[in-house]
């Protein structure tokens, strides 16, 4: 019995939701560090894009297609998926020195992205909550 | 251990600001010295802030590669000094007056100097919010088995 029949692909989703926005984390806090740099190009990950990347590309934690009325997830899978790394070029106007950063939406970024991991983090352990009770049995 | 790689880029941050807060408090407390070790009077200093590369950054195994070059830390790489355009003040009794009575003041504008300590120290305090948030999501983490 593999591991994924006992804890379902909720969980692979989940997970890979968590790096994601870990990773994500790391590339605000780039920015917030650099904020003062000149030349510096304000980095992002498109987030939503990478997990339905993932999704399509993952074996684990792809969709099973057993009725022709299910949805299919659109796009071609690719196995080599990698991170978009996105720049942003758009000049900033209060700063002349070729930096991008723009701190407040720096700063926004981090909460909703802490956000969303405390979310998925509780969700994992409420799915891990719910196997304890069904191995306890009451 | 990717959380690791997050506080060392903020880490850096706060080291290289705090270079510069030093920097700019050394250009406050100088602003009328006339006299230096090396002669003349004190030149004022910027300290100018680089992008680093982080020494271990974390394993995403399938964006790694991508990541690994984009994250950045900073540094303060170099502190400069400014050689040209000292104030010109007449003042024929002091001591350091030239032949028409001028004294050479470093030239450091004041106003200047506040607004970049400002700015210096809320770059800080963004700094320490997002290793505030870095440590509570790696206590999140920490505590899903729980």
Known sequence: ?138 | MDFLTALQVSSSALDAQRVKMNTIASNLANAETTRTPEGGPYKKKTAVLTATEINNPGGFKNFKDALEQSIKGVKVSEITEDNESYKMKYEPGSPDADEKGYVKLPNINLMEEMVNMMSSSRAYEANVTAINATKSMAQKALDIGK
């Open chain 1, 1 to 138: 019995m593999s591991d994924s029949e006992i804890f379902g692909k909720t969980i692979d989703v989940l997970k890979s939701s968590m790096d994601m926005r870990a990773a994500r984390h790391l590339a605000i806090s780039s920015n917030i560090a650099n904020y003062e740099t000149p030349n510096y190009k304000a980095k992002d990950l498109k987030f939503d894009k990478v997990l339905a990347d993932e999704i399509r590309s993952n074996d684990a934690i792809k969709l099973n297609v057993t009725n022709p009325k299910h949805f299919i997830p659109s796009g071609t899978p690719n196995s080599s998926t990698g991170v978009t790394v996105e720049e942003n070029n758009t000049a900033n106007m209060d700063k002349n020195n070729g930096n991008t950063v723009n701190i407040d939406q720096e700063m926004v970024k981090l909460a909703e992205n802490g956000i969303m991991y405390d979310a998925l983090s509780q969700i994992i352990a409420r799915q891990f909550n719910s196997l304890k009770d069904v191995i306890k049995g009451y």
